[in-house]
């Protein structure tokens, strides 16, 4: 059975940084890219990011794009999003969701349980 | 950027009836459309991808169809479990982009 287990994640100050860790198992992990969605609590979905499967190819939407970075270690069978300079506007539950395995454009079969993050001070 | 439109925003629905939601992308996307479920509290679910492919397990009520700019998602014979939020993301072009989303409730 294929799961995606996340980690991470709490209150944290505007400006502050934070890591998000996703782990994979019953599928080869290295071979399938992993997005990043986002929710605040109440609203929709909001894709943030993706990473290639071998980690050297990354997307990101326009609300993060250098402030957060996708990286992976298919050693551990983990993904992480490192969130920087973070926004009030970046609170939500952040879901770490397995692209389906024929691509991008066939969406995303499996999402992990959520982590939630909050920027307050 | 692709902006997903859906509608209605909400419906209000009995066990039994036919449900139709659509979904309309700002530019052409051929079929690469996917569909979730998502009930409160929980991470969405994988319903159907390319516009039409019902994810395994995804009972046979649930229909996907089109292609180009304009799609639906129809359950014929709502059941209990299906009260939830649907969601449409475009899977055609970065950044993927999702619907806002239509609550389908009693």
């Known amino acids: 059975e294929v799961q995606i287990f996340q980690s991470g994640g709490g209150l944290i100050q505007p400006g502050g940084s934070l890591r998000l860790s996703c782990g994979g198992s019953g599928y080869t992990f290295r071979k399938i890219s992993m997005n990043w969605v986002r929710q605040v609590p109440g609203k929709g979905l909001e894709w943030v990011a993706v990473i290639s499967g071998h980690g050297r190819a990354t997307e990101y939407a326009d609300s993060v794009k250098g402030r957060f970075t996708a990286s992976r270690d298919n050693s551990k069978n983990t993904v992480y999003l490192h969130m920087s300079s973070l926004r009030t506007d970046d609170t939500g539950v952040y879901y770490c969701?397995?692209?389906?395995?024929?691509?991008?454009?066939?969406?995303?079969?499996?999402w992990g349980q959520g982590t939630t993050v909050t920027v307050s001070s | 950027d692709i902006q997903m439109t859906q509608s209605p925003s909400s419906v209000s629905a009995s066990v039994g009836d036919r449900v139709t939601i659509t979904c309309r992308a700002s530019q052409y996307i051929s079929t690469w459309l996917a569909w979730y479920q998502q009930k409160p509290g929980k991470p969405p679910k994988f319903l159907i991808s390319?516009?039409?492919s019902l994810q395994s397990g995804v009972p046979s009520r649930f229909r996907g169809s089109g292609s180009g700019t304009d799609f639906t998602l129809t359950i014929t014979g709502l059941q209990p479990e299906d009260f939830a939020t649907y969601y449409c993301q475009q899977g055609n072009s970065f950044p993927l982009t999702f619907g806002g989303g239509t609550r389908v409730e009693i």
């Open positions: 390319a516009a039409s």
């Open positions: 969701v397995r692209e389906e395995p024929q691509g991008h454009r066939y969406g995303m079969d499996v």
